[in-house]
Structures are given as C-alpha cells and as structure tokens.
C-alpha cells in the first residue's frame, strides 16, 4: 500500500528511472520559459495526463483518504543541474581555504559578497603585493570568485542575503576603527560583485528586477542601520502548533531562549530582520512597487482554495487561465504595521525567492515565476509547481510507519535534495516535515526556504535561532554561531527517525528540555567526545549526566 495514500513504493521505480534520465541527459526537452530564465530551467513538458492528474487537492485528497492508488506519472526531470552556485569569499587570503563541496566548477547566480570585507589589509589601508600574486595567480577553481578591482567593488551592490551577524559585526569593527582614527579614509567595504553576477548584465525580467530590489533593501538598510537588533524579536506560537505545522500552518521557524524554565513556552522568531531595521518605510514599498513592473498579474490565475497558511505566506492552489497549469500561489504576507522594525516586504521571501528562483532539482520545489496584483495591485505572489501534501499531512493521516523501503526512497528524494543545496552553497535552516512537499506519485520536494542562506568559506557567524526545535541540533541549541551544512543534516536524521517511528524523535518543551532529551539518548557530551563542547555559549548549564556512546570513533 502507498504510503498514506501517497505511492511511495511505486516512486521509487519512478526515482530509479529519474536517476537513469538524469544520467541519459535531455529527452523531450522544452524550455518552459523564454530568456534567460530558459537558461536556468529546462524541464520535459508536463503531459495533459499528468496536469489533469493534479486537477483538484480535493479530489487527490478523496482518493488519498481513500487509499487508491495513483497511476504512476511519468517523472519530469531537467536534463541536467544547470545552476552552480559559489561561495561567499570573505577575504583573499582564505579563498584557497573555499572549495565547493562538490568541487564542480561553476558560476554563481548570486551576487556573491566577494568579501575581503574587512581583511586586516583594508583596516591598514594596505593591500601587499604578495597577497594580490596570490589571488591573481593561484590555480583557483572558477567557483572562486576573483577579488574585483576596487572601483568595481565600490559601483556594485550589496547582496540580498550577506547581512547576518558576521558582516554586522565586521562593519561595527570597521565604524569603530574609523572613530579611532585607524582609517585615513573612509573604509572600503567590498561589495559584491553584481557585474559578474546574472543581475549584473541588465534587468530583462521581473524577477531581477525583484532580486535587485533586495539588494536595494538590503543596501539601504545596511548603511543606515545605527544599531544591532537581537535576531528573535517576534513572539510566537506554541511550540505544539510548530512543530506540527503540517495543516494549522503555524509558526514554523521558532525558537526559544534557553532557560532553567523547562516549560517555558515562550518562543521567539528566527528573523534577521534586523537588517531592515532603519529602512524607510515608504522607499521599502515604493521599491516593491518598481520591482514588479513587467510581472504578470495574478488575475491571470484562477484561485481554486486556499491550501495552508505559513508564517510568511499564504498559499492557494490556482489554475494559469493561459496554460491551465495547476500551480500553487505563494502570496507574501507583507509587515503592514509601520511602527514595527520590519516594514514592507520580507526579507525572508525576498531570499526564498531569490534562492528558488536559481534553484533547478527534482527535489526542490520549482518557481516559476513572481506575479503581482490583489486588492491594492501591491500583493507579491510566487508561482510554484502544485504538489499534493506535506510529509506531515502524510504521516499524521497514517496508522502505522512508512516501511523500510518506502523510508529509504523518501530519504533518497531528502538527501539528493539536500545535496544539491550543499554543493551550491546553500543551508536551508528549516528541514522538518511539514517543508517536505510529496505528490501523489510519492515525489518527495524540500519547500519553505525563507530561512535558508548562501553559506561560505570560512564558515562566518550566522544566528542560531534557525531550525524548529525538534529537528535543531545540539550545536544550535548550546548557542553556536559557526555553523554548517551539519545543521541540515541532524534535521535530516530527525526526520528519518520519525518516518520509521510514526513520532518526532526529540519532541522537546523547551531548549533546554530539547538538549535533555537529545543527551538522554545520545549521552551527555564532554570535551572527550566532543572537542570544543565546553566552550559552547550555553554548555555551562548543568545537564543531568547520561552514559555517551562512542559513535563518532
Ligand atoms: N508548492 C506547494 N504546493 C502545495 N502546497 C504547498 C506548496 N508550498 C507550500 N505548500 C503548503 O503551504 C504550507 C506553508 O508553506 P510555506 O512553508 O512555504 O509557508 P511559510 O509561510 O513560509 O510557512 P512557515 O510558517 O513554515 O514559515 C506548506 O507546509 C504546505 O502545506
């Protein structure tokens, strides 16, 4: 039997023919959109079967409760991962340090902050010879980006997305410096470089025009910011309704502080909305109004029902009256309240989207496009592709665990997913259940990226309130800032655990309550089988001792 009326089974004939398609290349290949985008996606046009298969959640959710079994669709698959990204250099010397995980050589389609930010050069106002030999000459693989000549550092812009604490920090430093009189001038702050980026060349769509307007937000923000913000401002909901956010589409993302109050039920937004702290309100929306000139109007969709509802968007299913394409519309929640620090458009969406729209996997769910429209023509929608449920609507729904077999073929989906992230550079900060899309074919898609973010190399501080509860690693919990892909892959683990067990592995109440619960099985860590574990901001804690396993050797 499908899993949860979900064939999972049956999809993993489908992946294994996936994987051979992959492997064979293009066939029946139509580019789905015109310019540049066509570049990024190509995908095998959907069959009229398979867009009639998708006609109606409500019927595919009558069948699913009923148990039938869906015909096996044809899997479409781009002919080949088109889009590498590249990774955040923060400063000349360590890009021989940055080595894609992959080690393919490609482009990045982000602006990348090529970020001899703050190197001890610039604070000196010297740059040696020598380091600049070692730039130019060295043999770097082509995902490294070059450091820029400075006028082209100083005309570009900042990216979307390189604002987190590290760089705020380094700014700090850098202000400091200059009222010490350190700097004769004012300080150089590279930017990244958008000439060599894809939105360097020249807005052709909407969607670079919208990806422009986040540097432009971002740009604005970060030079007028005056002061850092702590990252979790906003109260959330009940840990209960975000960890199980599959139907109620409550507050995902959440976090609490670590206390002594094991019930504590206060949770906190993971928001680096700080960086929009001193933005002006009224350039914010006119901005968001200039980015979408050119858009398609979401009058152009039918809206057929709302499917859930997030933190950060509304989500419909709709019909394209122009292809009758089945889609699933994202409508960003914009902050309407003016007297909050983050006013306007998000800067969660405007990273989900920007992040989506240069992703192209079997496992990620597809954008297609970013339309506009509402009741005051200002409403932001993403178009997706329409997938059936969410693994947490699926396993809720379920009497008994997914088999092994069918366990292995969703993880398989997870972890293909997931690499594809990490080779591009990307940590997605949000992996839990109710994120994981599945189709009635039992294709397994990784959504929700409104957390996730372009990493680099070497490692920066980043927030560590990311990740819901359950599925957050130690790490996280005990309040590191230098963090990795591992992140992603503890909730991986989480999940998996789950999918064999029909229940959350480490439900916990309250951070401190998750660490608990984490230690009671895995043991209580020390410097002996964790190096480093002391100096954790929050390993001071006194932690009921458990016997350790030696997993690690
Ligand atoms: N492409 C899609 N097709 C069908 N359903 C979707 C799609 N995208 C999202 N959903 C549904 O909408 C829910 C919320 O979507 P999403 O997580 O992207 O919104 P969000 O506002 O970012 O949520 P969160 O509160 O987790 O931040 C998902 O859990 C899923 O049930």
């Given at each position: 039997m499908a899993a949860g009326g979900v064939d999972v089974s049956r999809s993993s004939v489908a992946v294994e023919k996936d994987y051979d398609f992959y492997r064979n290349g293009s066939r029946d290949v139509y580019v789905r959109q015109s310019g540049r985008d066509a570049e990024r996606r190509q995908i095998k046009r959907p069959s009229d079967h398979d867009l009639r298969r998708n006609d109606g959640r409500h019927r595919s959710r009558l069948a699913y409760e009923k148990g039938e079994l869906r015909e096996q669709a044809e899997v479409q698959r781009p002919s080949e991962k088109r889009r590498k990204f590249s990774p955040i250099l923060w400063n000349a010397k360590e890009e021989k340090v940055g080595r894609a995980p992959s080690g393919e050589k490609t482009k990045s389609p982000f602006p990348i902050p090529t970020t001899t930010v703050i190197s001890n050069q610039a604070v000196t106002g010297k740059t040696s010879s020598e380091d600049q030999v070692n730039v130019l000459m060295s043999p770097e693989p082509s995902y490294l980006v070059p450091v820029q000549p400075l006028e082209a550092m100083l005309s570009a812009k900042h990216p979307v997305d390189d604002l987190e604490e590290g760089q705020l920090e380094e700014e700090q430093v850098m202000q400091e410096h200059v009222k010490e009189g350190l700097l004769e001038e004012k300080p150089v702050m590279q930017e990244p470089c958008i000439k060599t980026s894809?939105?360097?060349?020249?807005?052709?769509?909407p969607k670079e025009e919208l990806i422009s307007h986040a540097d432009n937000v971002s740009k604005t923000s970060r030079w007028n910011r005056s002061s850092l913000t702590p990252e979790c401002e906003e109260v959330m909901v009940s840990e209960e309704q975000q960890c199980y956010s599959s139907e109620s589409g409550s507050g995902h993302r959440t976090v609490e502080k670590l206390s002594a109050d094991a019930n504590s039920d206060r949770e906190y937004c993971s928001s680096d909305h700080d960086e929009l702290e001193n933005e002006d309100p009224d350039s914010s929306t006119q901005g968001g109004m200039d980015m979408m000139l050119g858009s398609r109007s979401v009058n152009e969709f039918q809206k057929l029902n709302k499917i859930n509802e997030g933190t950060y968007g509304i989500v419909y299913k709709a019909r394209d009256e122009k292809t009758k394409e089945i889609v699933a519309l994202k409508k960003i929640k914009m902050k309407?309240?003016?007297?909050?620090e983050e006013y306007g458009f998000p800067l969660t969406s405007l990273r989900e989207i920007n992040i989506l729209l240069s992703c192209n996997h079997p496992a990620i769910v597809n954008v297609k496009e970013v339309v506009v429209g509402g009741k005051n023509d200002s409403d932001v929608y993403m178009v997706m592709e329409h997938l059936e449920h969410d693994l947490r609507g699926v396993m809720d729904r379920r009497k008994e665990p997914f088999s092994t077999s069918e366990v292995k073929c969703l993880m398989m989906q997870l972890l293909d997913g997931l690499k594809y992230l990490h080779t591009n550079w990307i940590i997605h900060r949000d992996l839990k259940p109710s994120n994981l899309l599945m189709n009635n074919c039992g294709e397994l898609k990784i959504c929700d990226f409104g957390m996730a973010r372009q990493y680099g190399s070497p490692i920066k501080p980043y927030t560590q309130m990311v990740i819901t509860q359950w599925y957050r690693p130690p790490e996280l919990l005990l309040g590191a800032k230098e963090y990795s892909t591992a992140v992603d892959m503890w909730s991986v683990g989480c999940i998996m655990a789950e999918l064999l067990?029909?229940?959350?592995?480490f439900p916990g109440k309250s951070e401190l309550d998750q660490l608990q619960k984490i230690f009671a099985v895995l043991?209580?860590?020390?410097e002996e089988v964790w190096p480093g574990f002391s100096s954790f901001p929050n390993a001071k804690a006194k932690f009921p001792t458990q016997p350790y396993n030696m997993l690690l050797y």
């Open positions: 894809r939105w360097g060349t020249g807005l052709t769509s309407e309240d003016r007297f909050e067990s029909q229940k959350p592995l043991g209580t860590p020390n």
